[in-house]
């Protein structure tokens, strides 16, 4: 099995900074693609950020210059830097894991537990 686990949620002010981490651990074989994906109350799950293990980003325009997504593919590990926070970014965060458990199979999507990000004055 493959569990990812957040960390780094919390209260911030409007134009403050947090950051979360999300490692992944368990039976890895490699892991392609990690990101962070969100969801408000009332609103869609939505794609925040994501990262190849060639480490090419994709990024919401919403987020674009103000979020950075990084990636340590030793220690399986994603962090979403994000500054310049708005209200509108106060959502639970899921961290996000494409990952191969074994070389006879292909890619799974695997999820954490979410972590809560409120941006408010």
């Known amino acids: 099995q493959v569990q990812l686990v957040e960390s780094g949620g919390g209260l911030v002010q409007p134009g403050g900074s947090l950051k979360l981490s999300c490692a992944a651990s368990?039976?890895?074989?490699?892991?392609?693609?990690m990101g962070w994906y969100r969801q408000a109350p009332g609103n869609q799950r939505e794609l925040v950020a994501t990262?190849?293990?060639?480490?090419?980003?994709t990024y919401a325009d919403s987020v674009k210059g103000r979020f950075t997504i990084s990636r340590d593919n030793a220690k399986n590990t994603v962090t979403l830097q994000m500054n310049s926070l708005k209200p509108e970014d106060t959502a639970v965060y899921y961290c996000y894991g494409g990952i191969r458990t074994s070389i006879r199979r292909g890619m799974g999507d695997y999820w954490g537990q979410g972590t809560q990000v409120t941006v408010s004055s």
């Open positions: 368990g039976s890895i074989f490699s892991i392609n693609v």
């Open positions: 990262i190849t293990s060639g480490v090419s980003t």
